[in-house]
């Protein structure tokens, strides 16, 4: 599959959307916090949903994306009636033919990268940069049961896609060893 190729035009949409949505990520994250009484539970039971998951929303996240329900009038709790598409399947559900994601949440990856300045070996400097994902999300509303059928083929997909992505990392682990 080749990828797309973007216009210069088409790049600065793309970038001032992204800054958009960090933007009232950011005011959101300034309400949160007259939020967090009411709210507690909720996100309490939203974590204890997702087990020892290792990507449990931050608060702020958990709020932005219950912002958003109430402003479409969703009900429910964000982390366990909205979840990704991949997410649905993963639990039983697929998304229904022709619906788009409406709610959003943004995650923030980092990487480092250490140079060695110093000849010698002494000190390293480490430089952070941080990157905004956008995790496009579906309402349960939005979702309809799997039938066994459907379960079946998806555990099939996901078990096959799952060993290619183990093949890959123990690859470039032989690679970087080697």
């Not at 309400?31 to 204890?48: F, I, P, V």
């Not at 702020?60 to 964000?78: A, K, S």
Request: hydrophobic share 25%.
């Amino acid at each position: 599959m080749k990828r797309k190729t973007w216009t210069e035009e088409e790049k600065q949409q793309w970038i001032a959307k992204q800054n958009e949505r960090i933007a009232r990520f950011e005011r959101a994250k300034l309400h949160a916090e007259s939020h967090r009484g009411d709210l507690t539970e909720s996100y309490m039971a939203a974590c204890a949903t997702r087990g020892g998951d290792e990507n449990l929303p931050s608060f702020n996240q958990f709020f932005f994306v219950w912002q958003q329900m109430q402003e479409l009038g969703l009900d429910g709790v964000p982390h366990i009636d909205t979840r990704t598409f991949y997410g649905w399947h993963d639990a039983g559900r697929k998304v229904s033919k022709g619906q788009t994601s409406r709610l959003y949440s943004i995650t923030f990856h980092s990487s480092s990268k250490g140079s060695d300045n110093d000849s010698e070996g002494g000190d390293e400097e480490t430089s952070r940069r941080k990157f905004p994902k956008t995790v496009h999300l579906f309402h349960r509303s939005q979702t309809e049961e799997m039938t066994e059928e459907e379960s079946a083929r998806w555990q099939s997909r996901t078990d096959a896609r799952t060993d290619a992505r183990t093949d890959a990392r123990t690859d470039a682990r032989e690679r970087r060893t080697a």
